[in-house]
């Protein structure tokens, strides 16, 4: 298993894209929220403009997951504050470690881009929640949402 520091074109194209995003999407969609329909464009902008990062987890080549970070400087705080933008790793190889050590690799990047945290959030049901706070996570806060747009 290797963690490294990616590229938009590099996820955008990987062999087994279609298996990760389908697998990403069954555990991750929110009811009331649209299905996902990737924006490349808008990623590979924000990685051009240095305001995207990710690193990818690699399993004999094969992308079997991923964590993307912004870390915008935020007005209030007068600081970037680093946050996964999107974050999994196929049920099949989280056995491996690799969801930990991709959270390290965005930490590090975190720590170097100045930013004072890394804020991830995590699906009640989803296995990731039960995890953040054995890797020294704490609940910060709970979002909620409301539908607004029909459709």
């Known amino acids: 298993m290797i963690v490294r520091p990616a590229t938009v074109a590099e996820i955008a194209g990987?062999?087994?894209?279609?298996?990760?995003?389908?697998?990403y999407?069954?555990?991750?969609?929110?009811?009331?929220?649209?299905?996902?329909?990737?924006?490349w464009e808008t990623y590979r902008a924000l990685e051009a403009a240095g305001a995207l990062h990710i690193f990818a987890a690699l399993a004999e080549d094969k992308l079997v997951g991923f964590i993307s970070i912004l870390a915008p400087e935020m007005?209030?705080?007068?600081?970037?504050?680093?946050?996964?933008?999107?974050?999994?790793?196929?049920?099949?190889?989280?056995?491996?470690?690799?969801?930990?050590?991709l959270l390290k690799a965005a930490e590090d990047?975190?720590?170097?881009?100045?930013?004072?945290?890394?804020?991830?959030?995590?699906?009640?049901?989803?296995k990731l929640f039960h995890v953040l706070p054995r890797a020294g996570y704490a609940e910060a806060s709970r979002i909620?949402?409301?539908r607004v747009?029909?459709?």
């Open 14 to 23: 990987a062999d087994n894209l279609s298996e990760l995003a389908a697998e």
């Open 25 to 39: 999407a069954a555990e991750s969609l929110i009811d009331g929220m649209p299905a996902p329909a990737t924006k």
């Open 75 to 101: 007005p209030r705080y007068g600081v970037a504050v680093a946050v996964s933008e999107s974050f999994f790793v196929l049920k099949a190889h989280r056995h491996t470690l690799a969801g930990l050590r």
């Open 109 to 126: 990047k975190a720590r170097e881009l100045g930013s004072p945290v890394l804020l991830v959030s995590a699906s009640f049901e989803g």
């Open 144 to 146: 909620f949402f409301k």
């Open 149 to 151: 747009a029909h459709g």
